[in-house]
């Protein structure tokens, strides 16, 4: 675990009793948690759970969504990001995410990587050369397209798009990674190498995934937390959670007695 | 078809087994009617060009008439001992009017677009979307009219324009244009899923930049097959051109002067203006070169729309490299430009010149100054609307104030007369609605029947694709071109002369593409399972379809039948060789001439007196009133059944 860094790490983001609503509809139900910086943090829990919403209130896509109401706070370097007076479009900058479903623009592999930076007004050739350069190289792609950038990003495989999506991310320099069930639309060979990534990336930011998968969470993750019908059930180290779950409910759901 | 028929017809009916074949004839016969009706759009293609082709044979086969002359010649002279007629003229007209209309209609269309799909927002979205399908609706005689008679005005004024002049007329084509090009392209940029919007949100971009950097490239074939439509509209346009841009053929790119347009040329032929003869059958030579034209790029603008709805156009954005090439040499040209100028310049005042140069920008763009782009772009984009509806009520408010003044009951029950304050409209009213009733008798069971046929029971055969291009090509053929075939078909061939029978073939031909795809849409909006549970329990294909189908799809086919009349009765040009010039009695039967309310408009518009274009105004008080009586029964109609709709 990364406890020997401990010195260096920032403070943890504290979520203090965050709800979420669709319309009448109850998302999160007051949810308390800690995530500590520089680590991987997994969010777990069946369909309908409520941990894909709780990863949308990061970056506030949960605004982008007619009729979603947030409550509650999430203090992050002593801001609450969901204060209303708080921009989404600067936060955004600094919380990167990659969505479910490999989503590329229907853009050239260097437009994709470069799109961020520009939109913040680096237009210098060279200095995005070298953006597209190491982003590529950090989500570990470099080597599969460095020769053809010119190319239509829709034209590489779903393992592949969902790495640039990785890469795209990385190019705004993010301080947190939202990851929305990253490997559900990829085959085994393209999530081994997520996960790899995902190891990777944590020496550097803070991750954030939500998965399916409850082996990819033991796998790749250094806390767990286990969401039921938009509350928070149990959060704690991974290995714990896993190994020896406090509550029933955790445990009943990580033995599969239910869907 | 009629092979399997007979066939059946003798198979002998076997009443001991219940699965026999029972032969229905009277469903066969339905089916076969429904098939020919679908098939009239090849009949009618056959005869469009059949019109073309005689006449411009005619035209080259004289002695007078030089085919290289034709495509080259600059000079236009119809009439007169020397004519001559090189088509050059004309074109130049052409792209003038059209050109100068595209580009000021393109950027304003799609802008409102964006402002649309983007920014607007549900409830706007619903403020807006009527003042654009009004703008639709206007008849294009009413556009030639406020051309003439407001903007030329003040083109005189301000620029020194002549009496007649192109720039009026492409001010208010730009116009008519926009509906074309923001309904298009608001729903290529709606069918841009929203996922990609979101991850550039998630990337920190501004609603203003993911609406230029990823909608619009994402949606940019959509938003060229818009432009290229309204190009194919703005080339065919006729009655503006005609009131406003004038009749004289010339080799001129100022917009400031008088011009004619291959489309006022025939309009030309309609009016008589033409002496008999060459001039004449020069018309339909004209003729062919338009409808080739407007077909090819029809043509075009349907191959990128097919793209995009096989999704195939995300994969068309492929490498860039030449591009990018030609973009680096422009680039490196810039930069030393850029020296030399700072050389010459020395240290004074630069900081001009780094705006108008691209320089290196090592520091990020703040926050403040992307948010203070959003801005100018949302307004810019929302200004287009605003343009277009001031646009809308300084038209309509203009035509009030003109037209009001002549309008009493003894202008609705008297008969046209040379003398204006003497002159009333009853005929051209009931020639209008005798005109309307019949092309309702007409091309109702036809696009109807053809609809049906093609979403019902046509299988996906070569020919029923065929059938659908054919429709889709015919929407797009300029409605002068079918005013020639409506005189050389229909009056001439047929022997009905300028009559209401002539007028209103005419006119259904032009308005059968309409209900057709108005039909389909709301035959395909019907859900499959309907038809599905109605076989299941026996139903024949034609029992499904009369009980199932049709009674759950009749109020959109009803709306669409009506928009279509609306239509038609608008319609100028298609029956400017047909209709009477003066109306002197109410037409009794279908052989009787007639004269309608557009066309009315249109005589009185080109009087020199000043009293004949108020009561012209007048008339299009009149004939906007029956539009917006029509258009309000098909809002009734859509939204009684949307309230009723349990589906």
Redesign the interface.
């Known amino acids: 675990m990364s406890s020997s860094k401990k010195t260096q790490n920032p403070e943890p983001i504290k979520i203090k009793k965050v709800d979420v609503f669709y319309g009448s509809n109850h998302a999160i139900i007051d949810v308390s948690m800690d995530i500590k910086q520089k680590s991987v943090t997994a969010f777990i829990g069946p369909s309908g759970c409520g941990k894909s919403t709780l990863l949308r209130c990061f970056?506030r896509?949960n605004d982008?969504i007619i009729g979603c109401r947030t409550e509650g706070e999430i203090i992050w370097n002593n801001i609450n990001i969901l204060d209303k007076k708080v921009?989404?479009?600067?936060?955004?900058?600094?919380v990167?995410?990659v969505?479910q479903?490999p989503?590329p623009?229907?853009?050239?592999i260097y437009d994709n990587i470069a799109?961020?930076p520009?939109?913040?007004?680096?237009?210098?050739?060279k200095?995005l050369d070298s953006i597209v350069r190491k982003c590529l190289k950090d989500a570990a792609l470099f080597e599969e397209v460095g020769d053809?950038l010119?190319?239509?990003a829709?034209?590489l495989s779903g393992g592949q798009q969902q790495r640039l999506?990785i890469a795209?991310?990385l190019?705004?320099e993010p301080e947190i990674i939202l990851m929305d069930e990253p490997c559900s639309a990829l085959d085994p060979i393209a999530t081994a190498k997520i996960e790899d990534l995902i190891d990777k990336l944590k020496k550097k930011y803070t991750v954030i995934i939500v998965t399916h998968n409850m082996q990819q969470a033991a796998r790749v993750s250094d806390y767990t937390g286990f969401f039921y019908l938009g509350k928070l059930i149990e959060f704690g180290e991974t290995k714990q959670i896993f190994e020896k779950p406090v509550e029933k409910l955790t445990e009943n759901y990580m033995t599969g007695r239910f869907g | 078809m009629a092979i399997k028929l007979s066939k059946k017809l003798f198979r002998k009916v076997d009443d001991e087994n219940p699965f026999s074949l029972k032969i229905n004839f009277k469903e066969k016969l339905i089916v076969i009617l429904l098939f020919a009706s679908a098939s009239a759009a090849i009949v009618i293609s056959a005869a469009i060009i059949y019109t073309l082709a005689e006449g411009s044979v005619d035209f080259f086969t004289d002695p007078a008439v030089n085919i290289i002359n034709f495509l080259s010649g600059k000079e236009w002279i119809p009439s007169g001992k020397n004519p001559s007629f090189g088509i050059i003229s004309l074109l130049s007209g052409t792209i003038l009017i059209a050109g100068g209309a595209l580009i000021i209609g393109a950027p304003l269309g799609v802008a409102a677009a964006i402002f649309l799909t983007e920014f607007a927002g549900e409830k706007l979205r619903a403020l807006i979307k009527p003042i654009i399908e009004v703008l639709a609706g206007i008849p294009s005689i009413v556009y030639g009219f406020f051309a003439l008679m407001f903007i030329s005005p003040i083109l005189r004024d301000f620029f020194d324009a002549t009496y007649f002049n192109a720039a009026s007329a492409i001010i208010v084509i730009a116009i008519m244009l926009l509906p074309i090009v923001i309904s298009i392209s608001d729903d290529a940029m709606k069918a841009v899923p929203q996922h990609l919007r979101e991850s550039s949100y998630a990337l920190g971009a501004t609603r203003w930049e993911t609406a230029i950097k990823v909608v619009m490239p994402a949606a940019s074939s959509g938003i060229i097959a818009s432009i290229l439509l309204g190009l194919a509209r703005a080339i065919g346009e006729t009655m503006v051109v005609v009131l406003a841009a004038g009749s004289v053929a010339r080799l001129t790119l100022n917009p400031f002067e008088e011009t004619m347009t291959m489309s006022a040329y025939i309009a030309k032929v309609a009016t008589g203006d033409i002496p008999p003869g060459v001039a004449v059958s020069a018309g339909f030579a004209v003729g062919l070169v338009l409808f080739i034209i407007t077909y090819l790029i029809n043509t075009l603008a349907a191959r990128v729309v097919l793209q995009i709805k096989t999704g195939s156009s995300y994969k068309i954005i492929r490498s860039k490299k030449g591009k990018k090439k030609s973009f680096n040499i422009i680039l490196t040209k810039l930069t030393t430009i850029k020296e030399i100028i700072i050389g010459i310049a020395g240290k004074t005042k630069i900081f001009i010149l780094r705006n108008l140069i691209r320089v290196k920008k090592q520091k990020r763009l703040s926050l403040k100054k992307r948010y203070f782009r959003q801005k100018i772009g949302i307004t810019l984009v929302g200004g287009s609307i605003v343009f277009a509806t001031v646009f809308l009520a300084i038209l309509l408010g203009n035509i009030l104030t003109e037209g009001i003044g002549g309008l009493n009951l003894s202008f609705l029950t008297s008969f046209p007369s040379r003398f204006p304050e003497k002159a009333g409209i009853l005929p051209v009213i009931m020639g209008s609605i005798y005109l309307m009733i019949l092309t309702l008798i007409f091309a109702a069971p036809l696009g109807v029947g053809a609809a049906v046929y093609l979403n019902e029971f046509a299988k996906d055969t070569r020919y029923t694709r065929f059938l659908r291009r054919i429709i889709q090509n015919l929407a797009g053929v300029p409605s002068i071109v079918f005013g020639l075939m409506g005189l050389t078909i229909f009056v001439r061939i047929f022997g009905f002369g300028p009559s209401l029978l002539s007028g209103s073939l005419t006119l259904t031909i032009m308005v059968l593409p309409i209900i057709v795809v108005a039909t389909e849409e709301s035959l395909r909006a019907v859900p499959n399972s309907f038809r599905e549970a109605a076989r299941g329990i026996g139903s024949t294909d034609w029992q499904t379809v009369r009980y199932h189908v049709l009674p759950n799809a009749t109020p959109g086919i009803l709306t669409g039948i009506i928009l279509s009349l609306s239509r038609a009765i608008g319609e100028t040009a298609p029956i400017l060789f047909i209709a009477a010039v003066f109306a002197k009695t109410i037409p009794s039967n279908i052989f009787d001439g007639f004269l309608a309310l557009p066309t009315q408009i249109f005589y009185w518009t080109t009087q020199p007196k000043a009293e004949f274009h108020i009561i012209a105004a007048s008339t299009i008080i009149i004939l906007l009133i029956i539009l917006l009586v029509m258009n309000t029964f098909a809002i009734i109609i859509r939204y009684k059944a949307q309230v009723k709709r349990k589906w």
């Open positions: 970056n896509m982008e921009d989404p479009v600067p936060l955004r900058r600094r990167g995410m969505f479903k989503n623009f229907p853009k050239s799109y961020g520009r939109i913040q007004g680096v237009n210098d050739r200095t053809r010119d190319e239509s829709m034209d999506c795209r991310a190019a705004i």
